[in-house]
């Protein structure tokens, strides 16, 4: 099985900093990855699928990127609505494993 | 605008069994493949298994073979996932979720407690 693993597990940055979260898989999951936020209580959202596709109604401060077992959640401008925990997942075979999660919290 | 419904929340008692619900309203499960993913208090995410209704074929994680089931009722639209032989590390919010996490249902708690 495919295992990821983000980086870092938790961050605290300031409103307007440019902020990055990492994810890297055990072995390549092709395009097939996607990040989702979960604020407290709620249920998760899509942000980006396929490594850097925005998801409609989703703020253009996000953005995905990276290849073969590297990705990256950029988000370019922290906003006080951004605090929530950020997971990636592979979706190229099963089982569709998750992350463990970024937790994001404004300073 | 099709939305995933999943039933309410459910205790149980350890050792017995939960059969979670999610039906596609407004619209119908189509081909996309319908997972389940839970998440125990305080934890991360973690996917359970799928289900692409209209092919019946399904996938689980090797963590709940043998434990968990998913089936699909394509009359009504609706998906299902029940779990067998529950523990009281069981407890936790249960979500169906389409695809790539496009569409994702409300969630249901389940309690697992004597």
């Known amino acids: 099985a495919i295992q990821l693993t983000q980086s870092p597990s938790s961050l605290s940055a300031f409103v307007g900093d440019r902020v990055t979260i990492t994810c890297r898989a055990s072995?390549?999951?092709?395009?097939?990855l996607v990040w989702y936020q979960q604020k407290t209580g709620k249920v998760p959202r899509l942000l980006i699928y396929?490594?850097?596709n925005l998801q409609s109604g989703v703020p253009s401060r996000f953005s995905g990127s990276g290849s073969g077992t590297d990705f990256t959640l950029t988000i370019s401008s922290l906003q006080p609505e951004d605090v929530a925990t950020y997971y990636c997942?592979?979706?190229?075979?099963?089982?569709?494993?998750f992350g463990q999660g970024t937790k994001l919290e404004i300073k | 605008q099709v939305q995933l419904v999943q039933s309410g929340a459910e205790v149980k008692k350890p050792g017995s069994s939960v059969k979670v619900s999610c039906k596609a309203s407004?619209?119908?499960?189509?081909?996309?493949?319908i997972n389940w993913v839970r998440q125990a208090p305080g934890q991360g995410l973690e996917w359970m298994g799928g289900?692409?209704?209209?092919?019946?074929?399904?996938t689980y994680t090797q963590t709940f073979q043998g434990r968990v089931t998913i089936t699909t009722d394509k009359s009504t639209g609706t998906v299902y996932m029940e779990l067998n032989r529950l523990r009281s590390d069981d407890t936790a919010v249960y979500y169906c979720?389409?695809?790539?996490?496009?569409?994702w249902g409300q969630g249901t708690l389940v309690t697992v407690s004597s």
């Open positions: 072995q390549g999951v092709g395009s097939s």
């Open positions: 407004g619209g119908t499960l189509s081909t996309f493949d």
């Open positions: 997942q592979q979706l190229f075979i099963y089982p569709h494993a």
């Open positions: 396929d490594v850097s």
């Open positions: 979720a389409r695809h790539r996490g496009e569409l």
């Open positions: 289900i692409i209704p209209i092919f019946g074929t399904v």
